[in-house]
């Protein structure tokens, strides 16, 4: 029977204290999240430590300005397009808290030992005084999160009137009838609401108060609760600025509006596809290298709606498809160590059209728009990493009819077979990175790629059989 995983909470050292009293004979001080955020922050500055772990290309523009943004205690919307790793970000910040926090046992609201602000807390605290029992919250429990979705209400993220403890006795302006949303319970904490603007404009309305006074209203009843918080959003800059539909009063009331943005430069778009790819296959630097290129003539296509934007998941996705293709070549063949090539690539062209948004006169030509600029990825990768070599012992193999054969489902073995000692291999291997000494899967992706672009220089020709292989042989005829 399979076993549900279970999160496992951390459990705090022993040596914290447990009392109010232990609290303040440790030389514990309450701080406002804000004022931890920006003192661990200086911290990791002084210290030179990472401060976003997992966030590539984003150093010297987006980083910066979050900064900047936590050192003005300011809260923050994100904005940008699909995949540009807001979320991301958001979620980082979190490594910016204390580890270790102590609350009040047993709150609703993560209140402060030396700050409570529910009147059931300042009653316990008048009255067991020093003895008020401690316990203590892990940072990455202090992370909450909400996408905005159309049926989100006001009870979800402020809170409503709970009809049972109204039955139990209590009246509807007693503070403890008042069942908490998501943001008071996220209390001394960061809370994010992802896609604010998709959340409808009443709702939007509740966030005013969180946002400037830092109190809550429910069903009327105006609750003075000075709620301690981080808040952060991300947005799509069309639905931020042209439908309009963060309201006004919201707008004003953060302190920052930081633009994300694609990666800049090729390097940083290939160090994201490593970092984040679950390949289940080798997927050498040059195929890497053709994604990323793929990637950025997607974005940059006028034949694709640039407002919707071609997200990062793009790219990641296309790796592990690609590798998933290597491995399927194994699988059938009998492999064993699958490495991916370029012609693995064209797979991604059918599966991937979906993440895609085209202009409207494009319909039906999705594939073959997508076919095109994986074309010209492909022969400008063959460019940088190919230009200077001298390739003709390729060219000679086919000068005098002779056929190669590659394909989805065509062994390295057999490619390289086909070949035989071709002149020039090492040094082609060298340029792509494979090292001294390359495996029979890395040298057959090797071959591949060269053979793909001397067709696409028109130095050689290439035809598609029936039976799913790939014959390249003497000429420039395009295919």
Do not use: C
Request: charged residues 30%; aromatic residues 4%; glycine residues 10%.
């Amino acid at each position: 029977m399979t076993q549900t995983p279970q999160t496992i909470t951390p459990t705090p050292p022993d040596d914290l204290p447990r009392t109010l009293g232990g609290l303040r004979a440790a030389g514990y001080k309450y701080r406002s999240v804000k004022q931890e955020l920006r003192e661990n922050l200086l911290i990791k500055m002084r210290e030179d430590q990472p401060r976003f772990p997992g966030i590539v290309g984003y150093e010297d523009t987006v980083l910066p300005e979050v900064e900047r943004a936590l050192l003005a205690g300011h809260d923050v919307v994100l904005l940008g397009e699909r995949g540009q790793g807001k979320t991301r970000v958001m979620r980082s910040l979190v490594n910016l808290l204390d580890e270790w926090t102590p609350v009040i046992a047993g709150s609703e609201l993560n209140e402060h030992p030396l700050h409570p602000i529910t009147p059931a807390a300042r009653r316990l605290a008048a009255e067991v005084g020093d003895e008020l029992p401690v316990a203590w919250l892990h940072r990455s429990l202090r992370y909450g999160e909400k996408l905005a979705t159309p049926d989100t209400s006001v009870g979800d993220l402020v809170g409503d009137v709970d009809p049972i403890r109204v039955a139990q006795g209590r009246t509807l302006g007693d503070p403890e009838t008042i069942h908490f949303g998501l943001v008071p319970r996220t209390n001394r904490g960061i809370f994010a609401i992802n896609e604010l603007p998709d959340l409808a404009e009443r709702i939007q309305v509740s966030l005013l108060n969180v946002l400037e006074e830092r109190d809550i209203q429910v069903r009327g009843y105006q609750l003075r609760l000075p709620l301690d918080l981080l808040l952060v959003a991300s947005a799509n800059p069309e639905d931020y600025t042209n439908r309009g539909r963060i309201i006004t009063p919201l707008k004003d009331r953060f302190g920052a509006e930081i633009r994300t943005h694609y990666p800049v430069d090729l390097d940083l778009e290939m160090d994201l596809i490593r970092q984040e790819a679950d390949v289940v296959a080798a997927v050498p630097d040059h195929v890497v290298e053709v994604i990323a290129r793929f990637t950025r003539e997607v974005r940059e296509s006028p034949s694709v709606d640039s407002r919707s934007g071609v997200s990062a998941r793009f790219a990641i996705a296309a790796a592990e498809t690609v590798a998933a293709s290597a491995l399927r070549r194994a699988g059938l063949l009998g492999e064993e160590d699958p490495v991916a090539r370029v012609g693995d690539t064209v797979s991604v062209t059918s599966t991937l059209r979906g993440k895609v948004e085209f202009e409207s006169g494009e319909e039906g030509r999705e594939i073959e728009i997508l076919g095109h600029l994986l074309r010209t990825a492909t022969a400008e990768t063959f460019r940088a990493r190919l230009a200077g070599l001298d390739l003709s012992g390729f060219t000679d193999i086919v000068a005098e009819g002779e056929i190669i054969e590659t394909g989805e489902l065509v062994a390295a073995d057999e490619v390289l077979r086909q070949v035989g000692t071709v002149p020039g291999l090492a040094k082609v291997l060298d340029r792509l990175g494979m090292g001294d000494a390359p495996t029979r899967g890395e040298a057959a992706a090797g071959v591949e790629f060269v053979l793909e672009g001397l067709y696409l220089t028109r130095r050689l020709s290439k035809e598609l059989r029936e039976d799913g292989r790939t014959a390249y042989g003497p000429g420039g005829r395009r295919q």
